[in-house]
């Protein structure tokens, strides 16, 4: 069954300074019941806005959201049904703990708006408050506790109404990487314990990579592609996708008679393969860790520095006037100024991306 719902769901902002703006263009989106889906995509995107649509503080220009079957919002309709109807659990990174609230106060102010019995309201923030380790600190006001703990506070707030959906909006991103890596862990295990379905937005695709079932990239209001991590990695529909993935080189080349040459040099050949039959003016994207690095075969060229990474080494190679990093495993050893070979696996080609849409998303991030 299919838990959130978006149909051609648009969102434009109109200010003075800067005109309109499109933050969200023709949404369509079906996320299943106990997916963890996240929303993935530079700052200016449109991951917030969508999010703040799905939970009902911010109307639609267009479109229709169901929530569980249930018509939750519908600009032709004028259907509009507030946040505290639509049974969500959520956790913003601006909107966090109350600081003149203790734990308990903190957690049971959702129920406390609902008007549950006082009794209920007992009950269920000490489950809450259990699931998330913080038995104990009841009485405890959020300023003397981790960051750590106090995410953990917003994370009890959030399922204590037992939601069926979770937003969380960015809600690792105050945390240090070492506890950024345990929250994720206990958002997965509550999950598994309460069901609920999951939408999480980050601008961080490892930590989307690890946590999602399926994922979208977003680009000025656009999808760009929806697929599971693997999907997304694996076969990016174009350079935005690809480059937002992972490390990659993009590099201008000229194909003809399956042979793809450097642009800047059109005798230089780069790649050739049987199966290249496009014609014309392409970028070619390669991953770091799907180069060979050798000593006979492939494209000539020099080293221009060399890196030691935890579990590889990586190259910098000279590529005509530009460069392409190259990840090997240790034991393929050279220096800088060495001469090497590269033999590139399994590029991917795309169209030269037009210049308007570049200026566009220039545009955007200086918002
Ligand atoms: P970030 O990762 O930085 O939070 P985002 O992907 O969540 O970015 P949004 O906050 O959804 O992006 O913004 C999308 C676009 O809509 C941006 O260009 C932003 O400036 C614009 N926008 C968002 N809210 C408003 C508003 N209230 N008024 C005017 N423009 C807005």
Known sequence: MNQIVLEHVTKSFTTKSLGTVVAVRDFNLSVKKGECFSFLGPSGCGKTTTLRMIAGFEDLSEGSI???????????KNIYLPPEKRELGMVFQAFAVWPHLNVYENVAFPLKVKKRPHSEIKKRVALALHHCDLDGLEKVYPSDLSGGQQQRIALARAIVVNPDVMLLDEPLSNLDPHLRESMRFEIKRLQKEFGFTIIFVTHDQAEAMALSDRMLVMDMGNIQQIG???????KPVNRFVHSFLGQSNF????IRDGKAFLKEDESNLLFSGTSLDLKGDYVMATRPNAIDLNRQDGYKTTILKRTSKTDFMEYLVSVGK???????????FFRAGDPCFIKIKDPAWYKPEKKDIEEERERRNTI
């Open 66 to 76: 169901y929530l569980g079957g249930r018509l939750v919002s519908d600009k032709r």
């Open 251 to 254: 590099t201008d080349v000229v």
């Open 322 to 332: 530009g460069s392409i990093m190259v990840q090997t495993p240790h034991r393929n």
């Open 228 to 234: 599971t991590p693997q999907e997304l990695y694996h």
